[in-house]
């Protein structure tokens, strides 16, 4: 007489059911909590280049006495030309009168640029990454297949935008502009003198630091 085996119990539909949602609320819990965790690593990348830049832009004007002047690019609008500006006087590319200077005639750099990311602005208005090279003591930037670029190169953020940099600031305070658009790219902006403190819109809520443009 052969023994009983108790007979193998399958999975029912509805068990199975069970199983694959309680498998997407937990791909949709692990989903969730990565993108929080790239969302803030950028924040603090971002908050840590605006603060690396005040640093760069304090030594600049302890050395030379003012600051890079926003008034000499040609489109005050531009920000990439605005941004191209800033990013060539700290690494001590040109004078405070935006002249080229030569390799001797180059000034002391005040920029780390090992953290910082550049791009140029391409006719789509997207950002292309863009890298510095350093060869035979010359400072050019090429794009990714090793070509100069001609084209305005900026900083950006790691939302690829670029900083935003104004001086003189147009709203009428005092010293200079700089800060990220954060992660949704955008901002207020401000042309002429403010009058009164305008009100923060849902658009400034992310901007890095989130007191500007209108030193809230």
Known sequence: MS???????????IELLVVIVIIGILAG???TGANFLLGTK????????????????KQYESEYGNLPD??????????SARGQLLLFSLLGLIDEVDNILSKEERRKSFLPNDIYTFATQTESGDYKIVFMDLNNGDVTFVDGENEQVSEFVCMIDPWNN????EFPRRDGHRGYLLY?????????????????????EDIDQDNIPNSEPGKW
């Open 3 to 13: 023994p009983n085996h108790p007979k193998a119990k399958g999975f029912t539909l």
């Open 29 to 31: 819990i692990t989903f």
């Open 42 to 57: 950028d924040i603090k990348k971002a908050e840590s280049e605006v603060e690396a830049l005040q640093l760069a832009l």
């Open 70 to 79: 926003t008034e000499l690019v040609n489109d005050l609008d531009d920000e």
């Open 162 to 165: 670029p900083y935003v940099y």
């Open 180 to 200: 990220s658009k954060g992660p949704d790219g955008m901002s207020s902006i401000f042309k002429t003198e403010l009058t009164s403190t305008p009100n923060i």
